[in-house]
């Protein structure tokens, strides 16, 4: 673009949002070019930070006639690449859409703007309708809900509810070409965002599509009511496959609101520098989690746990009670809290990938991931959670790395790339895969899915600037 | 790019914008507070809300630096020097890195000033009368001693040292007035300095180490030349920089302790049983909230003396702000920022003392006269009912009723 063009735009960008919201400083360009994960870095040539839809909306109509990609970007937080501005053009930083705009106690539902962080959505209820919560999930405060949701990201209640993204009642999207769509109820009266039912559901084309397919401006999340009781049973596991087999049984028996597995670098504060897992420590330890409106109710749910512990351990499965320090009790009940294994290899560099899978096949996920992590030299952390009774398990898969290292930056992209063809193999999807990874997913896809995405894109988005890198099945 | 930076290279790249630093909430390796809620806590991110503006856009302008690729600007010093360095952000940083990210921007400061565009102007400008008349507000030097009041008596030597500070000379002179009177009233002999020197602290905060480094040694210099064994501060600044500063970046180890007028009347009215006997309670209590100071409290974990001191006056009910102690919100003044950017940093007093009339308290007291002087502007700016106090004022009224 040349120098004319470029202070042009940026004129209309000042016109749009004001001012003090536009940049095109080295300084902003260079912070916002990368993150955390091995995606390679590409800078954005403006970022703007708008207000309101109107003011999206006349960025993506000036993007469109100037032909400039956008990338959207809330608390830039997936660890995979996705808020890199890898085509350049505008870097949409979308935190100033940060209003609660409704909370309807009887439907149970808020209705939050994209910058809405999960902190402000969690101290806002806990300040003003304290019987209701959430599905906060695991990660720092200042995660957008609308970003977790529209990625299917999981929270604390997500073994009951589902994911995130289930959790969807309704959307507010400024589509490539700039026009507001929204789906469910509220696209019949805008006031009403209960629910997406009856109607053909058009929620989809926004979800899992990273911005790809438009910049979601609002979106109804629905909420819970809070148990007054919500504590922990604690169990350490040294074989997989019994991990599993307790799995598959307590995820059943629907007393959990979430199941947490840790794999032993993750548990404690002080074992996350460790190479090597020491004499005497677990491999897995599981956190089963209950909420309950009584201490009856509880201490019922607890024996349900147990005696569902004690059957397995009469046939022979080694599970251990365990007692975590009150550090990690906190970590695991009350907040999220940083993992410091993210810190391992003090070079900047982390990157979290999830996978699907059917429940059942968790344990070959597991140890493939442990395979392919030890054999490229990367110490491993992974997580497991089962979603909604069952139907779904994510594993996670954390690693450290050194962003100044090439040898050890290509050597991860090795490894994410083996987890990710490993866990296709074993009929899983990679969660919130980073563009390098989306080609190795179109890869693999039945070959009119993948044309239908490309058909998708070309319908919504004419012009090919929406987060153009994203799900491109361009070669 | 010289040493000051450089000798941060490695923890600079150790920032893996994971974004903790911008909440304010419970923290497991800080768990002074075990359940608060999440409010953004740096007063810089939510004012400009670009990612730079953040402790990690300032760690990776630091790298950018480092790296070669960034270069000096009017941008780059706007975003280094929008900044209290209140620490907040170091606090819910649950990384080693939490330790240096305040030290990192003022590296960033004094490899500005090294290279010739830093400070910023009205930095610069205090900066150039330090250096002759030793004291930030363009006061002669001379005249530094003119608070005291006829009936109080100092000494020119002694065991004990308050160590007034500017502001308490210059501007909030009632909190040196009311401190020496306390002393007096308790029987507390103690010397003032008429060759005392700003402590260094908005020199070091701005980047302006070699002037700083000069008062510093003076001060040493002096203090020790007086044979003093204790010196007593009223101001936060001049407490974290006397005792942590001195050492850390100067390399220089003074032989007298150093306490916070709090801490040390806390305790004198411990043993002197002041305010626990003889006097009674009345029955309607007055609210009282208190503002941790940033370099008393997060940078100087005195959080329990001024604290226990207020419990200590009659009459007087301790009530906390939504955030307090580690969680405490920068008052504004702080790091060079109400010379530099006077209206924000007035905006930000405005919103502490918004939460201090939450709590329904009359009177908010801190232990800094540079804080109790922008949260004041901010009460009389908002024409609020609000009084803003030093918390020494408070206990010398309570005192004589």
Redesign the interface.
């Known amino acids: 673009m040349s120098r004319n063009k470029h202070s042009e735009v940026i004129r209309a960008l000042q016109k749009i949002v004001g001012k003090?919201?536009v940049?095109d400083?080295?300084?902003?360009l260079?912070?916002?070019s990368s993150?955390?994960s091995t995606e390679n870095p590409h800078a954005p040539e403006y970022?703007v930070?708008p207000r309101t839809v109107e003011e999206i909306q006349e960025v993506v109509r000036l993007a469109n006639r100037e032909k400039i990609p956008i990338t959207p970007r809330a608390?830039?937080?997936t660890l995979a690449g996705l808020a890199i501005p890898s085509s350049g053009g505008i870097l949409l930083?979308l935190?100033?859409m940060n209003k609660i705009v409704d909370v309807n106690p009887n439907s149970m539902y808020a209705v939050v703007e994209c910058g809405v962080?999960t902190?402000?959505l969690?101290?806002f209820l806990?300040?003003t309708f304290p019987d209701l919560q959430f599905s906060v999930p695991h990660a720092?405060?200042?995660?957008s809900v609308v970003a977790n949701a529209m990625v299917y990201g999981s929270g604390h209640v997500c073994l009951k509810y589902g994911t995130n993204s289930d959790m969807i009642s309704g959307l507010e999207v400024i589509l490539p070409t700039g026009e507001v769509l929204r789906t469910g109820a509220c696209a019949v009266d805008n006031k009403s965002w209960f629910s997406k039912y009856c109607l053909p559901d058009f929620t989809g084309l926004f979800l899992g599509w990273f911005g790809a397919t438009g910049i979601i401006t609002k979106c109804a999340i629905e909420l819970w009511p809070k148990p007054m009781i919500r504590d922990a049973v604690y169990y350490a596991i040294d074989e997989i496959d019994d991990m599993v087999e307790i799995l598959l049984r307590l995820t059943k028996r629907e007393v959990a609101d979430d199941i947490y597995v840790n794999s032993w670098t993750g548990t404690s504060?002080d074992r996350y520098d460790m190479t090597e897992k020491p004499r005497g420590i677990t491999e897995l330890y599981l956190d089963v989690i209950l909420s309950a409106r009584s201490k009856e109710e509880y201490d019922s749910k607890r024996k349900t746990v147990e005696q569902i512990v004690e059957e397995e351990r009469k046939k022979g499965r080694r599970i251990k009670s365990h007692s975590p320090p009150q550090?990690l009790r906190?970590?695991i009940l009350?907040?999220p809290?940083?993992l410091?294994f993210?810190?391992l290899k003090?070079?900047?560099?982390?990157e979290y990938l999830g996978c699907y899978v059917p429940t059942e096949k968790v344990g070959m996920a597991y140890r493939e991931g442990v395979r392919i992590a030890k054999s490229h030299g990367f110490q491993y952390l992974q997580v497991i959670r089962p979603f909604k009774a069952g139907h779904a398990t994510a594993i996670m898969y954390a690693f450290s790395f050194?962003?100044?290292n090439p040898e050890e930056v290509q050597r991860l992209q090795t490894v994410l790339a083996e987890i990710c063809n490993s866990i296709m193999e074993l009929g899983g999807i990679p969660w919130k895969p980073s563009p390098t990874l989306q080609k190795l997913i179109l890869k693999r896809a039945d070959p009119m899915f993948v044309e239908f995405i490309g058909k998708v894109k070309t319908m919504l988005d004419p012009n090919g600037i929406m987060a153009p890198d994203k799900w491109s099945t361009e070669e | 790019m010289s040493s000051g930076l450089e000798a941060y290279r490695e923890m600079i790249s150790r920032c893996y914008k994971c974004g903790y630093c911008k909440f304010t909430g419970p923290v497991i390796s800080h768990v002074e507070i075990k359940e608060a809620p999440f409010y953004v806590n740096c007063p810089s991110y939510d004012r400009f809300n670009f990612e730079t503006y953040s402790a990690s856009g300032r760690v990776w302008t630091a790298k950018g630096l480092v790296d070669g690729n960034l270069k000096w600007s009017d941008r780059l010093l706007e975003i280094v020097y929008a900044c209290t360095t209140c620490g907040n952000c170091s606090n819910q940083c649950a990384y080693e890195i939490s330790k240096q990210v305040v030290q990192i921007i003022e590296a960033i400061r004094e490899e500005a000033v090294k290279a010739g565009v830093g400070p910023m102007p009205p930095h610069r400008k205090f900066g150039e009368h330090l250096s002759n008349e030793h004291n930030p507000y363009f006061e002669p030097h001379n005249e530094r001693l003119r608070w005291i009041p006829k009936d109080v008596d100092t000494l020119d030597k002694g065991d004990i040292l308050y160590f007034v500070g500017c502001t308490s000379s210059y501007r909030e002179k009632e909190i040196a007035q009311r401190t020496a009177e306390i002393l007096n009233e308790l029987g507390v002999q103690f010397a003032v300095a008429c060759d005392e020197w700003c402590c260094g602290s908005p020199l070091l905060r701005t980047g302006q180490f070699e002037v700083a480094k000069q008062h510093a040694k003076h001060n040493v210099e002096l203090i020790q030349g007086m044979g003093v064994k204790t010196v007593i501060t009223s101001c936060a600044g001049c407490y974290h920089t006397l005792k942590a500063d001195y050492p850390a970046r100067f390399k220089l180890y003074p032989r007298f302790r150093v306490l916070h007028a709090t801490e040390y009347l806390e305790k004198t009215f411990g043993e002197k049983g002041i305010m626990e006997t003889g006097i009674e309670e009345p029955t309607e209590k007055t609210k009282v909230t208190y503002h941790d100071p940033c370099h008393l409290g997060r940078r100087s974990k005195v959080y329990d003396a001024p604290r226990s001191m207020i419990k200590r006056l009659p009459g007087v009910e301790l009530v906390e702000m939504k955030r307090s102690r580690v969680n405490s919100l920068c008052c504004g003044a702080g790091g060079g920022v109400k010379s530099a950017f006077p209206e924000w940093s007035l905006e930000m007093a405005k919103n502490r003392v918004k939460e201090a009339l939450e709590t329904g308290a009359g009177t908010m007291v801190s232990a800094c006269p540079f804080c109790k002087r922008n949260l004041g502007d901010a009460a009389r700016e908002m024409a609020s009912s609000l009084k803003v106090l030093d918390l020494v004022e408070l206990a010398y009224h309570n005192l004589r009723k």
């Open positions: 003090d919201n940049s400083s080295p300084e902003e260079y912070y916002y993150d955390p970022v930070l608390g830039g937080l930083d935190k100033r962080t902190g402000q969690k101290t806990e300040n720092p405060p200042i995660v504060l550090s906190e970590y009350l907040v809290q940083p410091q993210m810190d003090k070079g900047g560099g982390s050194n962003h100044s």
